[in-house]
């Protein structure tokens, strides 16, 4: 156990850090990000800001070990998201933009789409959690990415699996949205970079770099 305990210490570590140096190379190019966990669905620990300390603290969240007992509730980004999104208006009272709430629209159509899917294509939470976010991602213009954390490696492709990766390759090219997998795998003992992997752009998206993105 205490070799699991290390070793799961060890990755939040190194996903932390590998995300710190994500947002180092682009917010300065004014780009923004919203940051997701999943574990039984997709969960959002912060919706789209330019604030480093704000994603940070989120990163942080979202690398924590899954606590257990946790239910599908949501927590209180979800709810100030699912706010704007049908009213327009946050918890507060304070009205949101009209782009705020297209965004808010967006992370909250993947949010409610990706237990759904899971369940009936028969997927895991994550592919599930992915194909969700790319089909939220159709009606909103601007350029678009997302940058996913995981030990590849570590999981089995069976033939529904399969299906939703071309699901999801196939998506993101109708959305314009580049995805980009950060191989934790990829990184040994001294700490050495992780591999980023562009796993499919978007046919249309003029992409160039990590911009507005999903991490």
């Given at each position: 156990?205490?070799?699991?305990?290390?070793?799961?210490?060890?990755?939040?570590?190194?996903?932390?850090?590998?995300?710190a140096?994500?947002?180092?190379?682009?917010?300065?190019?004014?780009?923004?990000?919203?940051?997701?966990?999943?574990?039984?669905?997709?969960?959002?620990?912060?919706?789209?800001?330019?604030d480093?300390?704000v994603?940070?603290?989120?990163?942080?969240?979202?690398?924590?070990?899954?606590?257990t007992?946790?239910?599908?509730a949501?927590?209180a980004?979800?709810?100030?998201?699912?706010s704007?999104a049908?009213?327009?208006?946050?918890?507060?009272?304070?009205k949101?933009?009209?782009?705020?709430?297209?965004?808010?629209?967006?992370?909250?159509?993947?949010?409610?789409?990706s237990?759904?899917?899971?369940?009936?294509?028969?997927?895991?939470?994550?592919?599930?959690?992915?194909?969700?976010?790319?089909?939220?991602?159709?009606?909103?213009?601007?350029r678009?990415a997302?940058?996913?954390?995981?030990?590849?490696?570590?999981?089995?492709i069976?033939?529904?699996?399969?299906?939703?990766?071309?699901?999801?390759?196939?998506?993101?090219?109708?959305?314009?949205?580049?995805?980009?997998?950060?191989?934790?795998n990829?990184?040994?003992?001294?700490?050495?970079?992780?591999?980023?992997?562009?796993?499919?752009?978007?046919?249309?998206s003029?992409?160039?770099g990590p911009?507005?993105?999903?991490?």
């Amino acid at each position: 156990r205490g070799l699991e305990q290390q070793s799961g210490a060890s990755m939040m570590k190194d996903e932390r850090d590998a995300a710190a140096k994500i947002l180092k190379m682009t917010l300065q190019n004014g780009f923004a990000f919203s940051v997701f966990s999943i574990e039984r669905r997709l969960r959002l620990q912060q919706g789209f800001t330019s604030d480093r300390n704000v994603l940070t603290q989120a990163i942080n969240a979202a690398t924590e070990p899954e606590k257990t007992g946790s239910d599908g509730a949501a927590n209180a980004t979800e709810k100030e998201l699912i706010s704007v999104a049908l009213t327009g208006v946050d918890p507060s009272g304070e009205k949101a933009t009209s782009r705020e709430r297209i965004l808010a629209q967006a992370l909250y159509a993947a949010l409610r789409s990706s237990g759904p899917i899971a369940q009936d294509q028969h997927i895991r939470p994550l592919l599930a959690g992915l194909l969700a976010l790319t089909q939220s991602q159709q009606e909103i213009a601007q350029r678009k990415a997302i940058i996913y954390f995981s030990s590849i490696q570590d999981k089995q492709i069976d033939s529904h699996a399969r299906e939703a990766i071309e699901s999801i390759i196939g998506t993101a090219n109708q959305a314009g949205v580049g995805i980009y997998v950060v191989d934790m795998n990829s990184i040994n003992g001294n700490g050495s970079e992780a591999v980023m992997t562009s796993v499919v752009v978007g046919d249309d998206s003029g992409y160039t770099g990590p911009p507005e993105g999903h991490g």
